[in-house]
């Protein structure tokens, strides 16, 4: 079984940042792809990042290109999400999940494992 606590989300002016972090134990972290997703209220699950196993390999959707980098600390165990010049609409409940596949994906039915969320909130 693989565990996954996010960290890091909070209230934020727009133009503001925040960093995400997500520490994952259980299993050989460096043997699951990463990713990040989030769910608006009233909304489905949206794709925001991934990274592959190794961190050389990120993908992102159109909306957060620029803004937001994805990355991941073997050694650590831990993935993170670092968020600049946030909007009102990047608030969400953000996820971290762990995906045992050799390719990153931007499908949630793909991800294996799941963290509780964490609230980020952009104020305009």
């Known amino acids: 079984q693989v565990q996954l606590v996010e960290s890091g989300g909070g209230l934020v002016q727009a133009g503001g940042s925040l960093r995400l972090s997500c520490g994952v134990s259980g299993r050989t972290f460096s043997n699951y792809a990463m990713g990040w997703f989030r769910q608006a209220p009233r909304k489905e699950r949206e794709f925001v990042a991934a990274i592959s196993r190794s961190g050389g390999s990120t993908y992102y959707v159109d909306s957060v290109k620029g803004r937001f980098t994805i990355s991941r600390d073997n050694a650590k165990n831990t993935v993170y999400l670092q968020m600049n010049s946030l909007k009102p609409e990047d608030t969400a409940v953000y996820f971290c999940?762990?995906?045992?596949?050799?390719?990153?994906?931007?499908?949630?039915?793909?991800?294996?494992?799941w963290g509780q969320g964490t609230q980020v909130t952009v104020s305009s």
């Open positions: 999940a762990a995906d045992s596949s050799r390719v990153i994906s931007s499908t949630p039915r793909t991800y294996d494992y």
